[in-house]
Nanobody, 116 residues
């Protein structure tokens, strides 16, 4: 079955950086676009970024452009999110996501807290 396991979250000061990772299994990873979403308390789930199956193209939300970068390693079935210049409003649970056989899957998420 599809399994996604996010890691790398934690507490960081404003202006700091974090690198999130997502390990995928249960499907042919290199065939699927991957996404990162986030959800802050009391807010709707928000798409952060998408990367195509080959990694040749990415798309990122405007508020995160220039600060967040998505990448993938199809040899290791992992997708990463490099976050820099973090702001308090970036605090959320971050999830990686895949649409597989017309259904969306995501993991348990990893908590990112941005606070001084």
């Amino acid at each position: 079955q599809v399994q996604l396991v996010e890691s790398g979250g934690g507490l960081v000061q404003p202006g700091g950086s974090l690198r999130l990772s997502c390990a995928a299994s249960g499907f042919t990873f290199s065939n699927y676009h991957m996404k990162w979403y986030r959800q802050a308390p009391g807010k709707e789930r928000e798409r952060v970024t998408t990367i195509t199956s080959t990694g040749s193209s990415t798309n990122i939300a405007n508020s995160m452009k220039g600060r967040f970068t998505i990448s993938r390693d199809n040899t290791k079935n992992t997708v990463s999110l490099q976050m820099s210049s973090l702001k308090p409003e970036d605090a959320a649970v971050y999830y990686c996501d895949v649409s597989w056989r017309a259904k969306n899957y995501w993991g348990q998420g990893t908590q990112v807290t941005v606070s001084s």
